[in-house]
């Protein structure tokens, strides 16, 4: 019961952690200061998606879900496991990808547009 419980927790806070990669620059917009902490999400993400460097919560996940009596995730990973051919199709990976990767860089744009009318505001007053 308890491994089931921390697989499940494990991979709600894996949706959180993939959903703060994208959205987290916008969440910056409010609040600047944690834009370290998405730039620090965003790197972890992509390498993991990219580079293909193991994500330890889908090590914990899988070592959970095995104590449990469960099969683990298939090698394919997290996303591809739970969102990709759920969320979207496969045959857009690609496509989600770079949407994905316009949607972070936008916020990132709209973060410096932000930041940097605040100073000049802050400067001419």
Avoid: K
Avoid at 37 to 56: E, Q, R
Avoid at 89 to 109: D, F, G, K, T, Y
């Amino acid at each position: 019961m308890f491994f089931r419980l921390l697989a499940d927790v494990t991979a709600g806070v894996h949706f959180l952690f993939v959903a703060y990669v994208v959205v987290g620059g916008f969440i910056a917009w409010r609040w600047p200061r944690t834009i370290w902490l998405h730039l620090a999400a965003f790197g972890w993400g992509f390498s993991t998606v990219l580079i293909g460097i193991d994500c330890p919560l889908t090590d914990l996940e899988n070592w959970s879900r095995r104590r449990a009596g469960e099969a683990g995730l298939p090698p394919s990973g997290f996303i591809d496991h739970y969102i990709t051919g759920v969320i979207y199709p496969e045959s857009a990976l690609e496509l989600v990808r770079a949407l994905v990767a316009v949607v972070v860089v936008i916020s990132w744009i709209g973060l410096w547009l932000r930041t940097s009318r605040r100073r000049h505001g802050a400067a001419s007053t």
